[in-house]
């Protein structure tokens, strides 16, 4: 475990200092392949790789008769050099690349970037990817609020409940994309600022509409950036009230990727 390694608040603080410093990956990435993309990162770079012979493999990237794993391992080394021609090389293959490839390329090809700018500012660079992806300096975010009474929301149950999502993102410079309500369930599809506080965020919303009609939304909810979750996996969670082993932050510096993790063959 990486012990040096910030932790959320700290990169919060960092963030409201210099947001400059920070890029969010607006596309959504499992957070296995994440896992993945980086144990492996860390075990090639290792090795010592020549820019030249790494770019001499790049007709593999565009052969489909190439393997996944092949193909990722040349973007990922690809990725770590801070030179131009290597982020051009990635920029192209992005622009082109399809299938199980593309979450891979994604990666590579925001940390090349951030290589890259790093290199030509002179400062470390930083950027922030979660299983949902996100947008500007907002990470998307899945809700779900429940009916009190396990039933369905009333139109005017709906109706305050949007026009209260709507007054206090806007307070926060928040954003509700959708609003889908499904049975007792309120499906919530949201991009919130790196720096709020999302727990916090929802909650008031809650009590927002309590207070403006009889108490009708559950104060437990569910909120995660990690996936978007169908009817059947929120019932799940909702009999289990497992919330916060299911949806805890997510720490890279809590996971140690040595080599013997790596399943992949040479």
């Known amino acids: 475990m990486n012990t040096d390694a910030p932790s959320l608040e700290d990169l919060q603080t960092m963030f409201e200092a210099n947001p400059q410093r920070f890029n969010v990956i607006e596309e959504p990435i499992d957070m296995d392949l994440q896992i993945n993309y980086l144990k492996r990162s860390k075990r090639l770079r290792k090795q010592q790789h020549s820019l030249e ?49 593309k979450p891979y390329i994604a990666l590579a090809y925001q940390e090349s970037k951030i290589a890259l700018e790093s290199s030509l500012l002179g400062e470390k660079l930083t950027f922030i990817s979660s299983g949902l992806g996100g947008k500007g300096t907002k990470l998307r975010f899945f809700i779900c609020l429940f009916h009190v009474e396990q039933k369905p929301y009333s139109a005017v149950q709906q109706k305050i409940l949007r026009d209260e999502l709507s007054y ?48 009708f939304i559950e104060q437990d909810f569910i909120l995660t950036n990690v996936h978007s979750l169908d009817d059947e996996e929120i019932e799940h969670y909702w009999k ?6 299911s949806f805890v932050d997510f720490d890279f510096s809590d996971f140690d990727f040595d080599d013997d993790d790596d399943d992949d063959e040479e």
């Open 53 to 101: 012979d790494v770019l001499a493999k790049l007709p593999l990237l565009y052969d489909e008769h190439t393997r996944l794993e092949e193909k990722r391992d040349i973007i990922i080394v690809l990725a770590g050099f801070d030179q131009v021609e290597a982020f051009r090389a990635l920029e192209a293959y992005k622009n082109v690349a399809q299938g199980d490839i």
């Open 168 to 215: 206090v993102f806007s307070q926060h410079n928040a954003e509700c994309e959708s609003i889908e309500f499904s049975g007792s369930f309120a499906k919530i599809s949201a991009l919130l600022p790196f720096t709020a506080e999302a727990h916090a965020l929802v909650g008031k919303v809650a009590q927002e509409c309590n207070n403006q009609h009889d108490t």
């Open 240 to 245: 289990s009230r497992d919330f916060e082993d």
